[in-house]
């Protein structure tokens, strides 16, 4: 069974940083292309940023270039995304996304991230 949890969620002021962890089980995590999405309230879920198996193609979404960054590590069969320069409209809950090369999506519980002084 594929689980994807989520962890690292918080409240944080404007300007801060927080670096979200997703850990994978139950999958050959190096095959699969792993994503973050948003969901604020009211609103539908957000591509936010995503890469592929080996970590060579990494896509972001325009609102968050420059302050976000998606990274991997297949040995922890772990997902990250550090957020940096943190602004109450980042505020949401974040889900990680696990696409199979069969494109089977999975998607984890997700974790709220507050944005507020």
């Known amino acids: 069974q594929i689980q994807l949890v989520e962890s690292g969620g918080g409240l944080v002021q404007p300007g801060g940083s927080l670096r979200l962890s997703c850990e994978a089980s139950g999958l050959t995590f190096n095959y699969y292309r792993m994503s973050w999405y948003r969901q604020a309230p009211g609103k539908e879920r957000d591509f936010v940023a995503g890469?592929?198996?080996?970590?060579?193609?990494?896509k972001y979404d325009d609102s968050v270039k420059g302050r976000f960054t998606i990274s991997r590590d297949n040995a922890k069969n772990t997902v990250y995304l550090q957020m940096n320069n943190l602004q109450p409209e980042d505020t949401a809950v974040y889900f990680c996304k696990a696409r199979s090369p069969g494109d089977d999506v999975y998607w984890g519980q997700g974790t709220q991230v507050t944005v507020s002084s």
């Open positions: 890469m592929n198996g080996d970590g060579r193609i990494r």
